[in-house]
């Protein structure tokens, strides 16, 4: 909408649908059940964790709030140049594209993605960097859905 500087209407039923399917879901149901780059994540978080726990790295972390400046640089540079910047960057979209177009050159941002969260800061594109993650964070704020869990059990 940003980009392109009018609301169509079918993005308006199409938005809602999907907002109102993840305000019911829990928020971030997206990320752990859709999202083409989790599945990828926690393998690379369970390298990372393996080669922490033999001391062959350390785990770096960045200011949470990183991601919510990355939401409103994307919204702004969208609205700005009338392209989404951020789909271009996207390791969803890059992913998303390649299972349904096929392979391309954009997978090399995904792997050095991966090597990075092996190597340096585990799920640090789901952690500080990912604006959809934030947006269906904040939506499931209000989800009577709520996930929760006991460590002991």
Not at 65 to 80: D, M, P, Q
Not at 121 to 144: D, E, H, M
């Amino acid at each position: 909408m940003l980009a392109h500087k009018h609301i169509p209407v079918n993005l308006v039923i199409g938005t809602a649908t999907v907002f109102v399917l993840w305000v019911l879901l829990g928020g971030r149901a997206f990320c752990s059940w859709i999202c083409p780059y989790h599945l990828l994540a926690e393998w690379a978080e369970r390298a990372h964790l393996y080669l922490v726990a033999k001391k062959k790295i350390s785990d770096h972390a960045f200011h949470r709030g990183l991601r919510t400046v990355l939401w409103l640089l994307f919204a702004l540079l969208a609205f700005a140049t009338g392209y989404t910047v951020f789909e271009t960057l996207s390791l969803t979209g890059i992913l998303s594209r390649a299972l349904i177009y096929g392979p391309g050159l954009a997978l090399l941002w995904v792997l050095l993605w991966l090597l990075f969260e092996v190597f340096y800061s585990r799920r640090a594109w789901c952690r500080y960097f990912c604006p959809i993650g934030l947006t269906y964070g904040a939506v499931g704020l209000a989800t009577p859905v709520q996930v929760s869990y006991r460590l002991e059990n």
